[in-house]
């Protein structure tokens, strides 16, 4: 959304840009559902500064694992993925922690 200027606020002076995915905490942990399958739960982006759609379709590619987004704000992906989700996001420079 960084990109997108819809306020008329030219860009130097954007509240916003002070903020960067390194200030984002995010939490990585699994879920046990029913039947004994896993669910890795990925916590803590913000809907607004990011497109939280777009990065649990780049997580679903990479992880090879079908997923959804929860209220605009979590995402869960099939399975136990906590070592490649966590790498995958730090490459993307958010700062993770795996519960």
């Given amino acids: 959304m960084k990109d997108k200027n819809f306020t008329g606020i030219p860009k130097e002076l954007q509240p916003w840009d002070g903020f960067s995915r390194d200030s984002q905490s995010i939490k990585i942990s699994v879920d046990k559902r029913r039947y004994g399958k896993n669910v890795t739960i990925i916590e803590g982006i913000d809907p607004k500064e990011e497109d939280i759609y777009e990065i649990a379709k780049i997580l679903k590619k990479k992880v090879a694992a079908g997923g ?25 420079g958010f700062k993770t922690e795996v519960i």
């Fill in 68 to 92: 959804t987004v929860k209220d605009g704000k979590t995402v869960e992906l099939q399975g136990d993925h906590r070592p490649e989700v966590k790498k995958i996001l730090d490459d993307m």
